[in-house]
T-cell receptor
Framework: GENVEQHPSTLSVQEGDSAVIKCTYSDSASNYFPWYKQELGKGPQLIID?????GEKKDQRIAVTLNKTAKHFSLHITETQPEDSAVYFCAANRNSGYSTLTFGKGTMLLVSP | NAGVTQTPKFQVLKTGQSMTLQCAQD?????MSWYRQDPGMGLRLIHY???????DQGEVPNGYNVSRSTTEDFPLRLLSAAPSQTSVYFCASSYTADHNQPQHFGDGTRLSIL
């Protein structure tokens, strides 16, 4: 089955800096890669996703890049703000015919003012 | 628009007790799923459903049962609770069961088994 590795497990940055979280996946048939943000006491919220037919996608301060050859994808947050502090999860779909996702173990991002 | 609603938010059980975690969505989504979240483990799929009357096992199904009698509801049953089932449980839904559909999560049920 699919295996998703996520690094780093914790990331501390100063407000205004950029943050990068990286994930690798094992199943070359995976073709959908969402990123979720989870705030304390809440469920994961989708913040951006990318499909295998594109290499990069941006949404304001957030961007995701995908390298299908190397089987890795990354989340980039620019001009970080304290409210970006949360746990971020990457995921990849399984090529099982149905919409099942395999998640990375998460990255705790702390943005200090 | 309520989205995905989970009840209860918190629950404490004794070993051997049974209970049902409720999940309801008002978005007319075909696909619903249950995950458990444990420290350092990410989210692991327990069971999922691609439509009313259809369920299947995920990565960690042992000790849990599900049913899907309506499109809106997807309850998760613990038949005989064990301390290893102490976790945060999330329900999620997506519009269809196809690949590459965004999943919408509820805010979770925090379950402790003593």
């Amino acid at each position: 089955g699919e295996n998703v590795e996520q690094h780093p497990s914790t990331l501390s940055v100063q407000e205004g800096d950029s943050a990068v979280i990286k994930c690798t996946y094992s199943d070359s048939a995976s073709n959908y890669f969402p990123w979720y943000k989870q705030e304390l006491g809440k469920g994961p919220q989708l913040i951006i996703d990318i499909r295998s037919n594109v290499g990069e996608k941006k949404d304001q301060r957030i961007a995701v890049t995908l390298n299908k050859t190397a089987k890795h994808f990354s989340l980039h947050i620019t001009e970080t703000q304290p409210e970006d502090s949360a746990v971020y999860f990457c995921a990849a779909n399984r090529n099982s015919g149905y919409s099942t996702l395999t998640f990375g173990k998460g990255t705790m991002l702390l943005v200090s003012p | 628009n309520a989205g995905v609603t989970q009840t209860p938010k918190f629950q404490v059980l004794k070993t051997g007790q049974s209970m049902t975690l409720q999940c309801a969505q008002d978005m007319n989504h075909e696909y619903m799923s249950w995950y458990r979240q444990d420290p350092g483990m990410g989210l692991r799929l327990i069971h999922y459903s691609v439509g009313a009357g259809i369920t299947d096992q995920g990565e960690v199904p042992n000790g849990y049962n599900v049913s899907r009698s309506t499109t809106e509801d997807f309850p998760l049953r613990l038949l005989s609770a064990a301390p290893s089932q102490t976790s945060v449980y999330f329900c999620a839904s997506s519009y269809t069961a196809d690949h590459n559909q965004p999943q919408h999560f509820g805010d979770g049920t925090r379950l402790s088994i003593l």
